[in-house]
């Protein structure tokens, strides 16, 4: 797929996964990147984003130089061996929020490959964070600065929006897509999870939907949320949430 693809494309469009070594709590090594992959690619996904985490520097995950080395060493042996089959994996990494307010930053080393995105995540129902809607909304100002859009990942996960779900409307009324995770919508997050996102969905406020895709037991697929949308709404409004349209992708 050429990188100045645009509109619609014969699969479903990821761009929300940890299916590249990187020392997170996604694929541990090439192998299971390759057939986590392979699920994505069974599923229906064409393109897929590898994006490991970049957390704050005090919780698990910190975007350290040693895990940006382990991802660029795991991420062109699995891009390669999935290539063979017809899947265009890219790279990307998903943000905490915080790391694009406290200082400077290159966002471009954030960037989703291909695009104009950064993927900016909620913080998760696990995290008590004062002002979370607001401090994705900070991040999203900063990346909108730079010339970039935010898209705003899992917001169904945060307690902030679980406790007032119409505190995100200003976010996607900026232009800000809202990326909701497949398995929100089909409980697997559990009941809360799962109520907001389709209240989300009800409000017109969601852009796109991603797998979040951890390992075995959380595959790369979005197939099963895609067909339960489709159930709800039918196929014309549950198309763009999952084709990639929704994406800025570069010109």
């Known amino acids: 797929m050429p990188c100045g693809y645009r509109g619609r494309i014969r699969g479903f469009v990821d761009v929300h996964s940890h299916v590249v070594p990187s020392g997170d709590d996604g694929a541990a090594t090439v192998q299971e990147g390759i057939e986590l992959c392979q699920i994505a690619f069974d599923a ?3 393109v897929l984003f590898a994006t490991p985490h970049a957390h704050a520097a005090w919780d698990t995950f910190p975007r350290t130089s040693g ?10 042996r699995v891009r390669d061996a999935v290539a063979e089959w017809g899947l265009d994996l890219r790279r990307g990494w998903e943000v905490y929020p ?14 989703l490959e291909g695009t104009r995105a950064v993927l900016v995540e909620f913080p998760g129902w696990w995290l008590r964070i004062d002002d979370a809607v607001e401090l994705v909304a900070a991040a999203a100002r900063r990346v909108e600065e730079a010339g970039l859009v935010p898209l705003l990942a899992h917001p169904e996960r945060c307690r902030a929006v679980a406790d007032d779900p119409t505190s995100v409307r200003p976010l996607a009324e900026a232009g800000w897509p809202l990326c909701l995770n ?55 409004a549950a198309t763009p949430l999952f084709d990639g349209s929704a994406v800025p992708w570069l010109a």
């Open 98 to 111: 915080s790391l694009l307010t406290d200082g400077p930053v290159d966002l471009d080393t954030y960037r």
């Open 44 to 46: 229906g996904t064409r």
């Open 182 to 236: 497949g398995p929100s919508l089909t409980g697997d997050h559990g009941t809360t999870a799962e109520r907001i996102a389709w209240r989300l969905l009800d409000d017109g406020v969601v852009s796109l939907v991603a797998s979040d895709a951890h390992g075995f037991g959380r595959p790369p697929r979005v197939d099963t949320a895609y067909a339960t949308v489709e159930a709800a709404v039918g196929r014309e």
């Open 67 to 76: 895990r940006v080395d382990i991802f660029e060493r795991a991420f062109p």
